[in-house]
Antibody
């Protein structure tokens, strides 16, 4: 059974860089034609897609975050990583990693999610 | 402001039927991209409820159904149960943004 586990810096100072990892177990991160994504949820608010990395290792980022985001896959560790620079209080959120699949080439859906890790940006 | 528009809240009595709408545009739902639905119980990660507009993953009760027409998608829940009380999100792809977009979420209250 596929499992995703996020980890990383829970408290980060404003203007600094957030680094998170998502450990994937139960399957290889390179198997199948899946995408791997980061999604966040500010306290009491809705979901926001941050970005995705595809089987081809190409990436796609939310335009509102694109200048600050880097995602990568470490195949040897079977994990996904996220770096978000120049943090502000608006980046305080629960950060999820998720696997993406698609049905008919009409857009990915997220079929497996981690539990999320809370990141608080302090001033 | 979310790219996909959902009502902030809906409610219904046990046993009743409720629907949650998800309105998009010609760059996402109207462009033919699939709509997917997630259920988020309090304090937990979202769970895939419906994918590709109307397909239920294994284990999702058939009380949940999805549909799509034009720029609008809907999630219907019949035989409402107390355990259905949760936040529901729609999601699709937007070709102008070149990425996934979510609705703002709808809180379902079972009265």
């Amino acid at each position: 059974q596929l499992q995703l586990q996020e980890s990383g810096s829970g408290l980060v100072r404003a203007s600094q860089t957030l680094s998170l990892t998502c450990a994937v177990s139960g399957d290889s991160i390179t198997s199948g034609d899946y995408s791997w994504s980061w999604i966040r949820q500010p306290p009491g608010k809705g979901l926001e897609w941050i970005g995705s990395i595809y089987h081809s290792m190409t990436t796609s980022y939310n335009p509102s975050l694109k200048s600050r985001v880097t995602m990568s896959v470490d195949r040897s560790k079977n994990q996904l990583s996220l770096k978000l620079t120049s943090l502000t209080a608006a980046d305080t959120a629960l950060y999820f990693c998720a696997r993406g699949d698609y049905f008919d080439s009409a857009g990915y859906y997220f079929d497996s999610w981690g539990r999320g890790t809370l990141v608080t940006v302090s001033s | 402001q979310s790219v996909l528009t959902q009502p902030p809240s809906v409610s219904g009595a046990p046993g009743q039927r409720v629907t949650i709408s998800c309105s998009g545009s010609s760059s996402n739902i109207g462009a033919g991209y699939d709509v997917h639905w997630y259920q988020q119980l309090p304090g937990t990660a979202p769970k895939l409820l419906i994918y590709a507009n109307s397909i239920r993953p294994s284990g999702v009760p058939d009380r949940f159904s999805g549909s799509k027409s034009g720029t609008l998608a809907s999630l219907a829940i019949t035989g409402l149960q107390a355990e259905d009380e949760a936040d529901y999100y729609c999601q699709s792809y937007d070709r102008s943004l070149s990425g996934s977009v979510f609705g703002g979420g709808t809180k379902l209250a079972v009265l």
